[in-house]
């Protein structure tokens, strides 16, 4: 079972930047993926950012939800620990940020998820 926090939501005006951070805790197998999640008031959860990890190799790949490309930047300092940098934000990009961690448990696909963290991009 993993435990995933993520820090550094609030509020902020249009151009702005903020960093949000995800923390995992607990006994962990094999990451397969990380990253990040938005989910916006009567909207669906969306993807916006994701590593994928190679097995047995250091190889990672980062993708984007194209509205954030070019502005938004994960990275992770560990299997324990991710950012999201956040630039030049819109109003738009006003949601609830939830980090996510998909995990092979012994063959046993499973995802983790955070509580959120709220952003909040207007004047």
């Known amino acids: 079972q993993l435990h995933l926090v993520e820090s550094g939501g609030g509020s902020v005006q249009p151009g702005g930047s903020l960093r949000l951070s995800c923390e995992v805790s607990g006994n962990i197998y094999t990451i397969l993926k990380m990253g990040w999640y938005r989910q916006a008031p009567g909207k669906q959860r969306e993807e916006v950012a994701m590593?994928?990890?190679?097995?047995?190799?250091?190889?990672?790949?980062s993708t984007y939800a194209e509205s954030v490309k070019g502005r938004f930047a994960i990275s992770r300092d560990s299997q324990r620990k991710m950012h999201l940098q956040m630039n030049s934000l819109k109003p738009e990009d006003t949601a609830k940020y939830y980090c996510?961690?998909?995990?092979?448990?012994?063959?046993?696909?499973?995802?983790?998820w955070g509580q959120g963290t709220q952003v909040t991009v207007s004047t």
């Open positions: 590593i994928t990890l190679s097995r047995g190799t250091v190889y990672t790949e």
């Open positions: 996510n961690v998909r995990m092979d448990r012994l063959g046993v696909y499973q995802d983790y």
